[in-house]
């Protein structure tokens, strides 16, 4: 594990008698977040698992489990004083949220930003399973100029709040991999991108926002690059984002969706011609399988690029 205050660690019932899990869950739990109540669906035999990354700043949780119900009474807000926000964002499963007098439903591509200064009620259904990241309140604040309870529900289905369900599932996948300054580095720009999501300002105009844009992407484009109808209105219809939007992000970064598509695609074909595992594989096979729509087309792009064909490059280094 990289040196400094971050760390990761994971926890499951699995290994204890069905009784004993409840138990071992509200304790668990009770020492990753502040006091709280929880009620059981099934106590007899409750099931649940967390992984847990954090520094001194920062925590992120991704956790599955059975259904459950989380409380915070006011009593317990006094006694045990937590003012920062969690954001909790289900991937599958529902969560009912009920906090100064609002309501919300939870569903995968939905969020919420919750404050645990204030006393709430979080029903979560059999299976759930997401993310709750705690941000603090400092972090908040000062960025919305508010001290008040968040409880309504984000978009994270397209546009920003995408971005920022993706970013979550980056830092989570990567956890055995980052170093205390990444870790926070990248939660300080999650948390930017909340905020302007809260205040409904989801639009790519600034800087900052535009690299997200194009970063997300470079992403899909790298993940579809092998199909053939694969264009700029066809990511941007995937992301969320109308393709004036696509196109000023990529313009930022020098280039185009149809040049992006094609330098990725090139790219794609180059190292399969060094990857002596696919040396089965005739130059036909590799346009296709690379999104292009004939050898010709394939051999055209790709001596422009690289002033070789590419079975001169396959010649090379052999």
Not at 246 to 251: D, G, M, T, Y
Request: glycine share 6%; net charge negative.
């Amino acid at each position: 594990m990289p040196a400094g205050s971050y760390s990761v660690e994971a926890l499951t019932t699995d290994e204890l008698a069905p009784r004993e899990r409840a138990d071992f869950w509200t304790e668990q739990i009770g020492s990753y977040q502040s006091r709280m109540g929880f009620n059981y669906a099934h106590s007899d035999n409750f099931r649940g698992e967390t992984v847990r990354q954090r520094t001194d700043t920062y925590q992120l949780v991704k956790y599955r489990s059975d259904e459950i119900e989380y409380t915070r009474t006011l009593r317990q807000a006094r006694q045990d004083p937590d003012e920062d926000y969690r954001l909790l964002l289900p991937v599958h499963g529902e969560i009912w949220l009920r906090q100064d007098g609002e309501e919300a439903r939870l569903t995968p591509g939905t969020g919420a930003l919750v404050s645990f200064a204030a006393p709430f009620q979080c029903l979560q259904s059999d299976a759930i399973d997401a993310f709750i990241f705690t941000i603090p309140a400092r972090e908040v604040d000062s960025r919305l100029n508010t001290r008040s309870p968040v409880a309504s529900g984000l978009n994270l289905s397209a546009g920003l709040g995408r971005i920022v369900g993706s970013m979550l599932t980056g830092l989570h996948e990567e956890r055995e991999q980052l170093t205390d300054p990444e870790f926070n580095a990248v939660s300080d720009r999650i948390v930017e991108l909340v905020c302007m999501l809260t205040v409904g300002d989801d639009r790519p105009d600034a800087p900052g926002q535009l690299g997200e844009v194009e970063a997300m992407v470079r992403r899909y484009v790298r993940e579809h690059v092998a199909d053939a109808n694969l264009t700029g209105t066809a990511v941007a219809r995937a992301l969320g984002w109308s393709l004036r939007q696509i196109q000023l992000a990529l313009q930022k970064a020098g280039t185009t969706p149809r040049e992006l598509i094609r330098e990725e695609r090139l790219h794609l074909v180059r190292d399969r011609l060094l990857c002596a595992d696919c040396d089965h594989m005739t130059i036909t096979d590799l346009a296709y399988a690379a999104g292009f729509s004939s050898a010709s087309a394939l051999s055209t792009a790709f001596r422009r690029r690289y002033a070789v064909s590419p079975r001169e490059m396959r010649q090379s280094i052999r």
